[in-house]
């Protein structure tokens, strides 16, 4: 028999991609530390990064159907209707269990049946649960849309994103260990924890947790270049994938791994980045400062492109198209920037002014508010 509650109970729906999950484990560590007696559960997919990233974050992880969206009319939609009723019974069932205040929502796969089950939904409820609906993306996705006609708050991370003409700008919550990261503190150790010279300009890169094709293509190929101008490499090319680089370059080194697990120690060791834009990406890359070269994904939405407008238009980052990133591109363009201390310094201290580093703090705060609304009116 489980002991009883004491604080308040909060939700957090956001599975399937790390651009969901992180803002959500963000948001729950900040809870936990503005309300040490609260209890955060996390909604998930067995299909999604959650099952490893939750767990390892000491949060309870509960899994429900996912319920992806067709975007076209296929046999899939046809069996949507079925889908989000068995999804939105079982969510039902979590947050019943967990005597939830409040359902905290991110988009994606799990977000919608948390705003159904929370609100009424297909199914009827005893009782309607609050949601608060944060939109990470300058392009709102279809759950998140339809969950801010539900919401009694909606966040955002930046203006015009679609998801509801009174969203509170708030930015995108970002965990602690990364926000508050001093990387010229950490610089040494970081370095030597990858194998990293001393000195010297250091390039990372990294096309998210599966990595990106042609990200590894292009700065692979420049390899030599690299190395012969000085600037070392740490490259997470993704565990599915593999990078061939000169054995010995005679050179800066070239670090490559599949994955990074100490993105904070991969932050604090670089001095400037070559990735994808995702909207966490984006939110990581400039919280610390790291001047980038953003690469959208070449297919989706064009949300990738719209994240990273703002850094790049405020002079932190320079976007660059997927089929313009070429090994001769990095071995000129990058690496004119890489040996350019004064330009490094300049970028860097413009993404710095873009971040919101209290957004993980602002949301809890809200979710906190709200939940003790909640239990005031059940008392």
């Not at 939904?121 to 944060?134: A, D, Q, T």
């Not at 030599?224 to 101008?229: G, P, Q, T």
């Not at 740490?234 to 994938?241: D, E, I, M, Y």
């Not at 990738?304 to 089929?323: C, F, S, Y």
């Amino acid at each position: 028999m489980s002991e009883p509650r004491t604080g308040p109970s909060i939700v957090v729906a956001g599975g399937g991609t790390a651009g969901h999950i992180e803002p959500a484990l963000a948001v729950a560590d900040a809870v936990r530390e503005l309300d040490p007696t609260a209890t955060v559960t996390a909604l998930g997919t067995e299909r999604g990064l959650e099952t490893t990233l939750v767990p390892a974050r000491g949060y309870p992880l509960e899994l429900i159907p996912p319920v992806p969206l067709p975007r076209r009319l296929t046999a899939d939609l046809l069996r949507l209707p079925a889908r989000v009723v068995r999804s939105v019974r079982r969510t039902r069932e979590v947050l019943d269990r967990t005597s939830a205040d409040v359902v905290v929502g991110f988009g994606g796969y799990v977000a919608l049946p948390a705003y159904l089950a929370s609100t009424g939904g297909p199914l009827r409820r005893r009782r309607r649960i609050p949601v608060v609906v944060h939109e990470a993306n300058a392009s709102a996705g279809i759950a998140n849309k339809i969950g801010s006609r539900l919401a009694v708050r909606t966040l955002a991370a930046v203006e015009g994103s679609g998801v509801a003409a009174d969203a509170q700008i708030v930015g995108i919550p970002v965990r602690g260990s990364i926000t508050g990261l001093d990387r010229a503190g950490l610089r040494a150790e970081a370095r030597r924890f990858f194998g990293l010279p001393d000195d010297g300009p250091v390039l990372l890169v990294f096309g998210g947790s599966q990595g990106a094709r042609s990200l590894n293509v292009a700065v692979s190929g420049a390899a030599r270049a690299l190395s012969d101008a000085g600037v070392a490499v740490l490259h997470a090319h993704g565990p599915k994938n593999s990078v061939e680089v000169p054995g010995d370059p005679g050179g800066a080194p070239y670090v490559a791994v599949p994955y990074l697990d100490r993105m904070d120690l991969a932050y604090a060791a670089a001095d400037l980045v070559i990735c994808r834009s995702g909207a966490m990406t984006v939110a990581e890359v400039s919280a610390t400062g790291l001047p980038a070269f953003y690469v959208p994904l070449p297919h989706g939405n064009g949300e990738q492109e719209l994240n990273a407008r703002p850094v790049v238009a405020a002079g932190g980052g320079v976007l660059v198209a997927d089929g313009d990133l070429t090994p001769e591109f990095v071995a000129t363009t990058v690496v004119a920037v890489a040996t350019d201390a004064t330009r490094l310094a300049e970028m860097s201290a413009a993404a710095s002014g873009t971040g919101h580093r209290t957004a993980a703090h602002d949301v809890a705060r809200v979710a906190l508010e709200i939940a003790a609304s909640t239990a005031r009116e059940r008392t």
